[in-house]
């Protein structure tokens, strides 16, 4: 066994030692191992890491590397896996963001692989049906898929290995079987009724006519046929060939609006990603149509203020990052949209001039009830991130948006297509209308940081509005409060329901706050007292994955999200 593979089985051991009779140590403020701590020690590693929501998609990436691929092959393949392995959360039917620091040209690229809708829709073909809203499962909230597009891109960047390669373990996991996880495996028991009203999905998902349980082994041999396909004949494959054909086939049998155009003129966008700069270190998000610029309005908002003073979790902490979401979501309701069809002001919005003005907004004493969007111009996801031994970094998300998306497996195709559409507004007057090949406002958003111009921080979190307000409160606990990339993760988290949502429409719970069992109830208290109306909620929080290069001892730190089946591992 070579010291690297050997590396990789102590990192899997380390993280474990806790919960095998190890003593609990103390971390920073005083605060033990346990539901209000650090779950696991951080993963450290020095010759590439990975971590994602489920431990064999992480090994795929881990396993890549090893075998001589950058982080971007060691990234395509364990997004293949997790297709595979988390099927309500993402696959070859969903769409794809990611920002990738290519060490060679010490630059940071980000690339939109998210799909348009049908060329046959229209507002107008909504309100004759007697909608006023795109229903969130069915035919008419697909949009397509942007997923593999998404990998082919990435390929061609900064790629070593060939398709076979690549989507080889995915294979195997699907023609081979998988042990399904705990968490995954009550996903796929919440949507065991959706899928058994689609027999196509029920076919494919429910052997037995149930949701596989914990444990078991599950099969995909449709999915394994459709990779295969890409493995042979490429992203061509997906959207010129046999699988586009099978799409539109099963689309006019239900009622969708697909056409073969559609696939065959879907392109992905590289584009630039933004800053702000935080106390001394720039976040960089993706511009829309994405929610990223979000968590840099909420930054911005954040800066003057003396977080650290505040102490982690304290009331006027969670107060003023709870303010400072609601003003930021308020314009992601109002100008977040495809630029390519609506003038978004992002320069404006993410300006320190914007935060000052709107910050007047912010009563560090009392709740905001009614926040409103500024006027800046005068105008069920997975998450990985991967790093190589050369510092290549990906920070990628990948979604089909509801759990299985639409609730549809085209054919026995094997994977389900994404709900994505469902996102835009009906409203004629609304940036995010629906158009013909429009891309919808998108909830996934991947993060990075760098500091003095080199890569500090890949990360993500995954779980609809709940992103930006996750990405905020993860690196205001490492930027401000010192956590470590596993104790940033682990900290409770708030997750705010807005007023508005980029639909138009009102929000679900709108102006409640839901609040993890590790805030204080004497924090709580406090929170109501400034006007907080506070909801219980077990689950919603997102699922984070992160990985910290340092630089200067040439060593990669990983966390993962213990609301997860995920692991960070290393050799």
């Not at 992203?235 to 099978?246: C, Q, S, V």
């Not at 949209?337 to 709107?358: G, Q, T």
Request: include cysteine; charged fraction near 20%; proline fraction near 6%.
């Amino acid at each position: 066994m070579s010291d690297r593979t050997g590396g990789l089985l102590l990192v899997g051991f380390a993280a474990l030692w806790m919960f095998a009779g190890g003593s609990p140590r103390v971390l920073g403020h005083d605060r033990p191992y346990g539901p209000n701590g650090k779950t696991r020690s951080a993963v450290m590693a020095r010759h590439g890491m990975a971590a994602t929501s489920q431990p064999l998609a992480t090994a795929a990436a881990v396993r890549m590397l090893q075998q001589g691929g950058n982080a971007v092959d060691a990234a395509i393949a364990a997004c293949a896996v997790l297709g595979v392995v988390e099927p309500m959360s993402c696959g070859m039917g969903g769409d794809l963001f990611a920002i990738v620091w290519d060490a060679k040209h010490q630059k940071l690229i980000g690339l939109n692989a998210s799909g348009r809708s049908p060329g046959a829709t229209s507002i107008e073909l909504f309100h004759s049906k007697g909608l006023k809203t795109i229903p969130t499962s069915g035919p008419l909230s697909w949009s397509v898929p942007g997923c593999v597009d998404g990998w082919d891109q990435l390929r061609a960047i900064m790629g070593t290995k060939p398709w076979p390669e690549l989507l080889a373990q995915a294979i195997d996991h699907a023609e081979n079987g998988f042990p399904v996880s705990e968490i995954i495996a009550g996903d796929w028991k919440a949507s065991e009724r959706a899928l058994r009203a689609i027999p196509t999905s029920a076919a494919c998902y429910l052997p037995g006519g149930h949701a596989p349980a914990a444990g078991t082994i599950f099969r995909n041999p449709g999915l394994a046929r459709s990779l295969r396909a890409v493995a042979v004949g490429g992203r061509d494959a997906f959207y010129k060939g046999e699988i586009a054909d099978a799409i539109v086939r099963y689309s006019g049998s239900v009622g969708g609006l697909f056409s073969r155009s559609d696939f065959e003129h879907h392109t992905s966008t590289f584009i630039e990603p933004v800053s702000t700069n935080y106390r001394g270190y720039d976040v960089w998000e993706m511009p829309p149509n994405g929610q990223g610029i979000a968590a840099l309005e909420m930054l911005n908002l954040l800066e003057p203020y003396n977080i650290k003073s505040m102490g982690p979790l304290s009331a006027q902490a969670l107060h003023l990052m709870i303010e400072a979401k609601k003003l930021a979501y308020e314009d992601r309701a109002k100008y977040y949209a495809d630029p390519d069809f609506a003038k978004v002001p992002v320069k404006e919005l993410i300006s320190k001039a914007y935060a000052a003005k709107r910050r007047s907004l912010m009563n560090p004493d009392r709740a905001s009830d009614h926040p409103t969007p500024g006027e800046p111009l005068q105008a069920d996801t997975i998450y990985m991130t991967v790093v190589d031994g050369d510092f290549n970094c990906v920070s990628l998300i990948q979604s089909n948006f509801n759990g299985f998306g639409s609730g549809h497996v085209p054919g026995e195709l094997g994977f389900a297509l994404q709900n994505r559409g469902a996102l835009f507004a009906l409203d004629p007057n609304h940036l995010n209308r629906l158009e013909p090949g429009k891309r919808p406002f998108h909830t996934i958003i991947p993060g990075f940081v760098t500091k003095a111009g080199k890569p500090w921080l890949s990360l993500g979190v995954m779980g609809g509005d709940m992103q930006a307000q996750g990405h905020v409160q993860v690196l205001c606990n490492m930027i401000d409060f010192g956590m470590d990339v596993q104790e940033a993760g682990d900290a409770a988290r708030f997750r705010h329901f807005g007023s508005s949502e980029p639909t138009g429409e009102p929000a679900r719970g709108a102006g409640s706050v839901a609040l993890e069992s590790g805030v204080s109830a004497s924090v709580k208290k406090a929170l109501e007292a400034k006007g907080h109306r506070l909801v219980t909620s077990r689950g919603g929080y997102g699922g984070y994955q992160a990985i910290r290069v340092d630089l200067e001892h040439g060593v990669l730190i990983g966390g993962s999200d213990p609301r997860k089946d995920g692991a960070a591992m290393g050799y």
